[in-house]
């Protein structure tokens, strides 16, 4: 919650989690720089300094307009030293030399060209980079070097760092709903990530499955994605099985560690998705552009779109919706929040209570904010 004081300075939650952060983002210039310095230090390995920069981005995406001097800053939390220069410079000369220096640098920008590729982290980058790797052709060289993700991301690179539209989104939400509604009737399917947030576009699809019988949904991503494979939609799929094994059956306290990584079975996947207007003036009959495989320029009539599915139990639905939901540091602060201040493991499985040592069961999203004492925030001013 922010609220505008009368000498002109902010009041902001330290938590992002306790904050709105609407779209549009009133000072992107400022953010920008900021998450500049967050990745080169993460492609450094510097978590906490990365850490330290995107809060502070985050902070200034809550704020209700524009900042226009740097004592407007004053009353902020989360923004160290480095962050007000910085600040400070972009306000006063429109670009920071610093953040200019990282984007020019050949590590940076090699760092960003192969942590683009589907697949490939920051340690991989690293050191593809320490081998004197610089282009994409340099990798090409070498597709043995590569994993069966990194090779379908190097042959889709284009189209995979294109943002995909909203359109897109609910086209590709549509088709999984009808493969889904196939294989298990009642099933749902709902678009989640930055696209649940209100972001007109995004570089992935998120989407969640369940069934509102407990159970039900087990096999059902199998079934699904061979459906979808069957009707041409998959130019690669990787499936993951659960691994999450119900903690209250035994007495075993649920592992704290800070991975967002949850245990539902999940697909990564590349959709092959046809998107000319005319395609759907083709009527009936018409070969789905799905199954058209065309490779160059202007002919081409598909794209290639990364999308996630995910398939969860009916009683974990509003875990799993919060948790994918995002935005990255919303979530980070939530389970901060729980564990700092309220003594709680929050993950996209359940919520915890550590010292009554009890599970909280919730319906609903606006359940687990309220089991937390934190004020709902709707999806769409969770763009921390
Ligand atoms: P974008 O795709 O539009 O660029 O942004 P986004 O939708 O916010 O980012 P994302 O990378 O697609 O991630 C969406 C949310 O999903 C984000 O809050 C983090 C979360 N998420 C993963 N992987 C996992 C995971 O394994 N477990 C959990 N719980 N969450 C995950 O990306
Ligand atoms: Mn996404
Ligand atoms: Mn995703």
């Not at 200019?100 to 697949?119: C, D, H, N, P, V």
């Not at 980079?129 to 690179?157: C, N, V």
């Not at 996630?308 to 540091?329: E, N």
């Not at 493991?345 to 359940?350: A, D, F």
Request: glycine share 6%; proline share 4%.
């Amino acid at each position: 919650v922010s609220v505008e004081k009368p000498q002109d300075t902010w009041l902001v939650a330290a938590y992002a989690c306790q904050r709105r952060s609407p779209l549009p983002n009133n000072n992107q210039l400022l953010t920008d720089a900021l998450e500049t310095l967050a990745e080169e230090a993460h492609f450094c390995g510097h978590e906490g300094r990365s850490l330290a920069f995107s809060r502070a981005s985050s902070v200034l995406k809550a704020l209700p307009r524009t900042v226009r001097r740097v004592q407007e800053l004053d009353s902020l939390p989360c923004l160290g030293e480095h962050s007000k220069r910085v600040i400070q410079e972009v306000l006063e000369d429109g670009t920071s030399a610093e953040v200019e220096t990282i984007r020019q640098s050949e590590k940076y920008q090699a760092m960003k060209l192969f942590t683009k590729i589907f697949g490939v982290g920051v340690k991989t980058a690293h050191q593809w980079y320490q081998e004197g790797r610089r282009t994409l052709d340099d990798l090409r060289g070498h597709p043995a070097q590569l994993s069966k993700e990194q090779q379908a991301g190097l042959i889709h690179y284009e189209d995979l760092n294109t943002p995909v539209k909203r359109a897109d989104a609910e086209a590709i939400g549509q088709v999984v709903r009808e493969a889904v509604n196939k294989c298990l009737p009642g099933a749902s399917v709902t678009l989640t990530g930055g696209f649940r947030r209100g972001k007109p576009s995004g570089h992935d699809v998120d989407l969640l499955i369940t069934h509102p019988v407990e159970g039900q949904e087990a096999g059902l991503l199998k079934k699904v994605i061979a459906c979808l494979d069957q009707q041409g939609f998959l130019l690669y799929h990787s499936i993951h099985r659960n691994t999450f094994e119900s903690l209250e059956d035994s007495d075993q306290e649920p592992s704290s560690h800070a991975s967002s990584m949850d245990q539902y079975e999940r697909c990564f996947s590349i959709f092959c998705l046809g998107d000319l207007p005319g395609d759907a003036q083709e009527g009936a009959g018409a070969e789905k552009p799905s199954r058209v495989r065309r490779t160059s320029g202007a002919s081409r009539f598909w794209k290639a779109v990364r999308v996630d599915l995910v398939v969860t139990p009916y009683s974990q639905f509003p875990f799993a919706l919060l948790g994918w939901t995002g935005s990255r540091i919303f979530e980070r602060d939530l389970r901060r929040f729980a564990k700092r201040e309220k003594k709680m493991l929050l993950n996209s499985h359940t919520l915890y209570h550590l010292e009554q040592k009890t599970w909280m069961s919730a319906a609903s999203e606006k359940e687990i904010f309220q089991h937390l004492g934190l004020e709902y925030i709707p999806p769409e001013e969770r763009n921390a």
